[in-house]
């Protein structure tokens, strides 16, 4: 993993680059823009390859911030990418350690899949059991 010096120098990139035409657009539907915002998450002492960067980001169909760990920025680039879909139109270095600034480039659509809370419901969990289990994870952080 390399350093918030390294990233600045530009001796090491991020995996993922911003797109190079920030008007033209490959996907058809309505864009939204999300601003990703990323922070340094103070470890815990004694655990090997725990998070390293939070992101923070307004999710528009729960009507709530959205908030993940990662180990890295590079992982979280990948997913929101990747994973999500999202094209990355901006990344810009802050003053602190780890904090970035992420614009991406998004479609309503990417916000309407399932949350969590129904997946868990899908296969089996009552309302009651999810509740718990999500309290538990944001109580100690990880994924479900």
């Known amino acids: 993993m390399g350093s918030q010096a390294d990233y600045e120098s530009g001796s090491l990139l991020p995996a993922v680059e911003a797109a190079a035409d920030p008007i033209r657009t490959e996907r058809p539907g309505r864009v939204h823009w999300v601003v990703v915002m990323t922070s340094r998450v103070a470890t815990r002492e004694g655990h090997q390859g725990a998070a390293t960067i939070q ?5 528009p169909r729960d009507h709530r911030w959205s908030e993940n760990v990662f180990e890295s920025l590079d992982h979280a ?7 999500s879909g999202w094209v990355l139109r901006q ?7 780890d904090a970035h600034e992420l614009i991406f480039e998004a479609r309503r659509e990417d916000f309407s899949r399932p949350s969590t809370a129904e997946m868990l419901e899908d296969v ?10 999500l309290d538990r994870v944001d109580r100690e952080g990880g994924t479900p």
Not at 55 to 59: A, C, E, G, P
Not at 77 to 83: K, M, N, Y
Not at 91 to 97: A, V
Not at 124 to 133: E, I, M, P, Q
């Open 124 to 133: 089996g969990l009552t309302r009651d059991d999810v509740a718990k289990l």
């Open 77 to 83: 680039l990948r997913l929101f990418v990747d994973e």
């Open 91 to 97: 990344h810009q270095t802050l003053d602190l350690p």
């Open 55 to 59: 992101t923070r980001f307004w999710h």
